[in-house]
């Protein structure tokens, strides 16, 4: 299963990380981290008209969270930042190739779109803080 | 194969568990440090409990009761032979070495430590040998003071005695003895008879060292000794903290209720005598009864023997270690100021992806900060991979090891 795992687009991901470092004067920073593992994620976001003009992420913790993290940002650039409400954590396990992670991992692999959703709420939240509520309810992961 | 210390064979039947296949491979337990297996004797010493005289303690007067009574005074008075206190009164069960450290930094602490006191900490030590102290200094305006470690994990007595000599409120010492992250052995006579100079107490964190190495606190004279029951065979909710008399006396107690008390009155109460005063309501009778059985384990095998067992095994990991490309070792490589605990990173693999690819061949490793953030961050890494031996380990198991790690290299293309 290891073989599964660590197979070389997750190695390419984690050694090579896309979208890594900071935004300077983001739109929204967002940090949060795993207390199990002390994995950690920040994402910066630039936004214009709802629309992710720039994403990158900064962080630290294993091969799995460091490239999802790494996939999340591909996935969503110049996406509208509406589309992490709907990215479920079948999508995220998909996209990383990684179906039957046990429980403990899984949370690994979870943390960048855990982060990405507080983003959006956090970013919706002086907007239209009612609709960050709606969201804050539809995007709960865990 | 064997050590030549240990008849790991005979040992190993001992314990149910390591009979267990995991993904269909035999279980490679190498968590020590976090908790160590339970022998047969432990396990049907608290199902005889439960099955046998399942009472409460300390006050009824049927048989049952006192046979209970007694199971339970005899684990006080084989703790207290184990590591050779002056009397069973100085030794209270609490339910974990956690509890223990926050027993004295409530009840000592509150008495004793003043706005602009000091207390001493070193940079290796595990959260529950921090966090209680911190509370106690926010509360108190006290100071802390990190003793420094160097990169091979050791302390240095030149700096301890710089705050003792300058710092005239210097009030307490606390020190893990073995530190659990990279299982260095620190010169703990040499600093209690140090501080003792400036009549100054010393708590030594013993929970990873009196599990290891041969405790002898009248020797030592240290002044409070926590541990925990569940790293030395026994079971979970059971931690001791020895006192010294005389201070134990002085102190207050730290949780009320029943038990703790000579006399309760609408105005006022008389507490119990030592060590009862500490021990307020039911406590963990069957557990504390188990103990005595895994007190009974090791003192038949000798501490001395698993001493030996344990640099065997440390000294053969390491060197089977070394051998392998891009392998970072922590700790002392002097085999008499270490237990039997490994701390490495391989190459650029995390921890925690090492954990997963090891436990696909059922081998058991602890990958994270180790409860040790102050230290993670003075070693400037988020986290390491940790083997910890007991009794029962092989260098057999140490193979397996290796060629797992040999797997993980192979992974990540290292
Ligand atoms: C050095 C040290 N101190 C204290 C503790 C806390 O022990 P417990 O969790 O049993 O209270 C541990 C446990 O890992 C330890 O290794």
Redesign the interface.
């Known amino acids: ?3 599964d ?2 197979r070389e687009i997750i ?1 390419d991901h984690y ?1 090579n990380p896309r979208n890594k470092g900071k935004i300077d004067n983001a739109d929204v920073v967002i940090h949060d981290s795993n207390p ?5 994620i920040d994402i910066y976001l630039n936004v214009v008209e709802g629309q992710i003009k720039d994403i990158k992420f900064d962080g ?5 969270s460091q490239a999802s993290a790494s996939m999340l940002t591909e996935m969503v650039m110049d996406k509208p930042l509406t589309t992490a409400k709907d990215i479920s954590k079948d999508d995220i396990l998909e996209n990383i190739g990684l179906t039957n992670l046990g429980p403990a ?1 899984i949370k ?1 692999a979870l943390l960048s779109l855990k982060v990405l959703k507080m983003g959006m709420v956090k970013y919706y939240t002086d907007k239209e803080p009612n609709t960050a509520e709606e969201m804050e309810k539809d995007s709960n992961l865990f | 194969m064997q050590s030549s210390e240990l008849e790991t064979n005979k040992i190993r039947k001992d314990f149910p568990i390591l009979t267990r296949k995991i993904n269909g491979k035999p279980f490679v337990y190498l968590d020590n440090a976090s908790t160590t297996q339970k022998p047969l004797s432990v396990i049907n010493k608290i199902v005889d409990y439960y099955s046998l005289y399942n009472s409460n303690i300390h006050r009824a007067v049927y048989d049952i009761a006192e046979e209970a009574t007694n199971a339970y005074e005899l684990t006080r008075k084989k703790v207290c032979k184990f590591i050779n206190a002056n009397s069973p009164q100085e030794i209270i069960f609490t339910r974990n070495a956690t509890e223990a450290i926050n027993l004295v930094s409530y009840s000592w602490g509150r008495q004793n430590i003043k706005k602009g006191d000091l207390i001493i900490l070193s940079e290796q030590e595990h959260h529950s040998n921090i966090v209680p102290w911190q509370i106690l200094a926010k509360e108190k305006n006290a100071e802390i003071k990190y003793l420094k470690i160097d990169e091979t994990g050791n302390l240095n007595l030149n700096e301890l005695e710089f705050y003792l000599n300058n710092h005239n409120n210097a009030k307490l010492i606390s020190l893990c003895h073995m530190s659990n992250a990279l299982g260095n052995i620190i010169p703990i006579k040499k600093i209690i008879d140090l501080a003792h100079t400036y009549n100054i107490p010393v708590f030594v964190d013993g929970a990873q060292s009196v599990p290891h190495l041969t405790t002898d606190v009248t020797s030592l004279d240290c002044d409070f000794l926590a541990f925990s029951a569940h790293k030395m065979l026994g079971p979970t909710g059971v931690g001791i903290l020895y006192g010294k008399k005389k201070i134990l006396e002085e102190m207050d107690p730290f949780l009320c209720g029943g038990d703790m008390i000579k006399e309760v009155h609408k105005e006022n109460t008389f507490f119990n005598d030592l060590p009862y005063k500490f021990e307020a309501g039911t406590p963990n009778i069957a557990d504390v009864i188990g103990f005595s059985s895994a007190l009974d384990y090791l003192n038949e095998i000798g501490m001395d023997h698993i001493r030996n067992h344990e640099i065997e095994l440390t000294k053969y990991a390491i060197e089977k270690m070394s051998e392998l490309k891009q392998m970072k070792l922590y700790g002392d490589i002097n085999l008499q100021n270490r237990g039997g605990i490994i701390s490495f990173n391989l190459g ?6 090492l954990a ?2 090891l436990n ?1 061949h059922a081998i058991a490793i602890r ?3 180790h409860c040790a953030q102050v230290l993670m961050e003075k070693l400037d890494v ?2 390491t991979s940790r083997i910890s031996f007991y009794i029962y380990n092989t260098k057999e198991e140490i193979n397996i090891f290796i060629n797992a790690l040999g ?2 290299i192979r ?3 290292l």
């Open positions: 299963m290891s073989d795992i660590y190695l050694r199990l593992c002390g994995d950690q630290k913790g294993c091969a799995i991992r690994c | 650029d693999i995390h921890p925690h992806d997963t690819i696909e990958s994270g900060h988020s986290a797997e993980a992974l990540f293309q």
